[in-house]
T-cell receptor, first 117, second 113 residues
C-alpha cells in the first residue's frame, strides 16, 4: 500500500519567515495530494490540495508543489503569522477515473509548526 | 449547522468492554470514514463506506467493526477494547461525487485501561 513520509517533524520559525514542509509518497498511482491543518484540540481542516495534472497551486500565502517523477510534494507558507502555528499533515490517495477520491487518504506523520512573534 | 457530530467526546473504558463510537452527518455525503490519530503516526484509516449498505477495511481494521444502515450514520464498534486502542478517533465524510474534501468531526478521545 501507499506510504507517505513527512519532514520535518517539528519546525520553528520567526514571524514573517517562510516555512516549507516536505512529503514523499511511494505509490506512483497516487494522484491527489491534500494538506490539512490541525490546531491544538481541534479537528483537521483542509487548507490546500493538488492533483497530479498540475505542478503548483497557490492560495494567498500558501502554495503546494508536486514533482511526480520524484514522488514528492511540498507545502510552502510565506509571511508566516502566529496563527499559522498548528500541526500540518500531508496526505495522498488514488482518485478513480472520474477524478473523484473516496477519501481513503494515507497521511504523513505530521509537522508541528511554531511561529514565534 | 451542517456537519458531523461525534459522540462521546471522551470516554474512559476498561479493557475487555464493548464500546460504540457514534457518528452522524447531515450533509447527505455518500462516503464516510473512521480514522484514528496517534502521536507521531498521523491519521490512519480504520474503515470506510462509499455509500449506504457498503463498508470496506482501511489500513488498521483489526479489532473494529462498522455498519452503514443509512446515509447519515456510521458507528464504529470495539467489540472487546484493548489498551492499544487508546487514541483519538475522527469520523469524516466526503461527497464522493464532488470536490472530495474530507469534513472531519470533532473527534472522540478514547482511553482503554
Amino acid at each position: 500500500g501507499e506510504n507517505v513520509e513527512q519532514h520535518p517533524s517539528t519546525l520553528s520559525v520567526q514571524e514573517g519567515d517562510s516555512a516549507v514542509i516536505k512529503c514523499t509518497y511511494s505509490d506512483s498511482a497516487s494522484n491527489y495530494f491534500p494538506w490539512y491543518k490541525q490546531e491544538l484540540g481541534k479537528r483537521p481542516q483542509l487548507i490546500i490540495d493538488i492533483r497530479s495534472n498540475v505542478g503548483e497551486k497557490k492560495d494567498q500565502r500558501i502554495a503546494v508543489t508536486l514533482n511526480k517523477t520524484a514522488k514528492h510534494f511540498s507545502l510552502h507558507i510565506t509571511e508566516t503569522q502566529p496563527e499559522d502555528s498548528a500541526v500540518y499533515f500531508c496526505a495522498a490517495s488514488i482518485s478513480n477515473a472520474g477524478g473523484t477520491s473516496y477519501g481513503k487518504l494515507t497521511f504523513g506523520q505530521g509537522t508541528i509548526l511554531t511561529v514565534h512573534p | 449547522i451542517a456537519g458531523i457530530t461525534q459522540a462521546p467526546t471522551s470516554q474512559i473504558l476498561a479493557a475487555g468492554r464493548r464500546m460504540t463510537l457514534r457518528c452522524t452527518q447531515d450533509m447527505r455525503h455518500n462516503a464516510m470514514y473512521w480514522y484514528r490519530q496517534d502521536l507521531g503516526l498521523g491519521l490512519r484509516l480504520i474503515h470506510y463506506s462509499n455509500t449506504a449498505g457498503t463498508t470496506g477495511k482501511g489500513e488498521v481494521p483489526d479489532g473494529y467493526s462498522v455498519s452503514r444502515a443509512n446515509t447519515d450514520d456510521f458507528p464504529l464498534t470495539l467489540a472487546s477494547a484493548v489498551p492499544s486502542q487508546t487514541s483519538v478517533y475522527f469520523c469524516a465524510s466526503s461527497d464522493s461525487w464532488g470536490a472530495n474534501v474530507l469534513t472531519f468531526g470533532a473527534g472522540s478521545r478514547l482511553t482503554v485501561l
